[in-house]
């Protein structure tokens, strides 16, 4: 029998909830200290994010009732349409120069474009503009700029004569990113597994015999005894103490016999 074979047998999951148990302070001393550096690292080396969003209505106006549904129905068709035109040049070019005019943007038409989202609710004619920034007012005044710029070229584009801005994007305080919480529980887990890991690789590598069981039926050897280890220092050592008095006696009556 092959030593890798002997290993696996007597590597079992015993041995190894065994381990886990005794070193359960180190691996919860592990699970704290990843929680602690993540979050260090989220404070002070991530850069928190804010979001805003405006929400604008695009619709057109029809005086005649019954042709009221009809345009209804090409508005919600045209959404789309609406949201496409919103992430393109003609809108972002301007609205970035309004920026970086009024905020001192440092970005770019690629940066502004990652930054604003477009979004809405199937079967209705509200679109969401939402940015994402640095700065809480970076990010309203991002969303607020690009509805504006939308507003003005929308009408000339595609004739639409009515374009409402529903809500205007306000100051939010509170970063979406990064989320404390969410690392905390990360940074919690990851240190708890490299605790487990920990332990489970340092029980590998020990070689030292923990059982007879593992030398008679793993290693096929016959056990011919058992010895502890005593210290004759302490008074309760049981047999040892009258094996060591008889030899202490048998030595002094040899001296006896020698001189006699």
Do not use: C
Not at 42 to 66: C, E, G, R
Not at 90 to 101: F, G, N, R, S, T
Not at 202 to 229: F, I, R
Not at 230 to 249: E, H, L, P, Q, T
């Amino acid at each position: 029998m092959d030593n890798s074979e002997n290993k696996e047998r007597y590597f079992n999951w015993e041995d190894i909830l065994n381990e886990i148990r005794k070193n359960i302070g180190q691996i919860v001393l592990f699970g704290i200290s990843g929680l602690v550096v993540v979050l260090l690292i989220m404070l002070f080396f991530i850069t928190p994010k804010y979001t805003a969003t405006t929400d604008i209505l695009v619709s057109q106006k029809i005086n005649n009732d019954a042709m009221q549904w009809n345009a209804q129905q090409t508005d919600l068709q045209a959404i789309n349409t609406y949201k496409d035109v919103l992430k393109k040049n003609i809108i972002l070019e301007p609205a970035l120069k309004e920026l970086q005019k009024k905020d001192h943007y440092q970005g770019n038409i690629n940066s502004l474009s990652k930054d604003i989202s477009v979004s809405n609710q199937v079967n209705s004619l509200v679109i969401s503009i939402n940015a994402k920034a640095k700065s809480p007012v970076i990010a309203a005044d991002m969303a607020n700029t690009v509805s504006e710029v939308f507003k003005r070229k929308i009408t000339k584009m595609m004739h639409i004569n009515n374009v409402t801005i529903v809500s205007s994007a306000t100051p939010n305080d509170k970063p979406v990113s990064p989320n404390l919480k969410k690392g905390a529980i990360i940074g919690l887990l990851a240190g708890l597994l490299i605790g487990i890991v920990k332990v489970i690789l340092m029980l590998g590598l020990d070689n030292t015999v923990k059982s007879e069981k593992y030398l008679s039926d793993d290693l096929g050897l016959v056990n011919l005894g058992v010895v502890y280890h005593m210290n004759f220092n302490d008074k309760d050592y049981g047999v040892a103490k009258v094996i060591a008095r008889n030899r202490m006696s048998s030595e002094n009556d040899n001296e006896q016999s020698k001189r006699v």
